[in-house]
């Protein structure tokens, strides 16, 4: 299994950008997904994640601005991030389990990661 996260770029407050992450010998529809990021000096935090069963859950700080979406026909994942703000400022990576209780752990799947950069 490979996740491949794309989409990190320099962006400017209140921009956009829209990752994805594309997996590889594996079937998306019956897992659970999610984005983390980690910012430096800080610990990794979850952003937002999505239930085998559609649930989706944001981070507080990312609520209405971030979207997360599982394309299971194409068997990859995004996360349409508007209104960026310079806090944005991390490394993404997404995360792949086969339930939502174990995503964040050793038990799933990890893209490499992708920079978001956000300048003020």
């Known amino acids: 299994v490979q996740l491949q996260a794309s989409g990190g770029g320099l962006v400017q407050a209140g921009g956009s950008l829209r990752l994805s992450c594309a997996a590889s010998?594996?079937?998306?529809?019956?897992?659970?997904v999610a984005w983390y990021r980690q910012a430096p000096g800080k610990e990794r935090e979850l952003v937002a994640r999505?239930?085998?069963?559609?649930?989706?859950t944001y981070a507080d700080s990312v609520k209405g601005r971030f979207t997360i979406a599982k394309d299971n026909d194409n068997d990859s994942v995004h996360l349409q991030m508007n209104n960026l703000k310079p806090e944005d400022t991390a490394v993404y990576y997404c995360?792949?389990?086969?339930?939502?209780?174990?995503?964040?752990?050793?038990?799933?799947?990890w893209g490499r990661g992708t920079l978001v950069t956000v300048s003020s």
């Open positions: 999505q239930t085998t069963s559609g649930v989706k």
């Open positions: 995360n792949i389990a086969s339930n939502w209780k174990v995503l964040g752990g050793l038990r799933g799947y």
């Open positions: 010998r594996i079937n998306l529809i019956t897992k659970a």
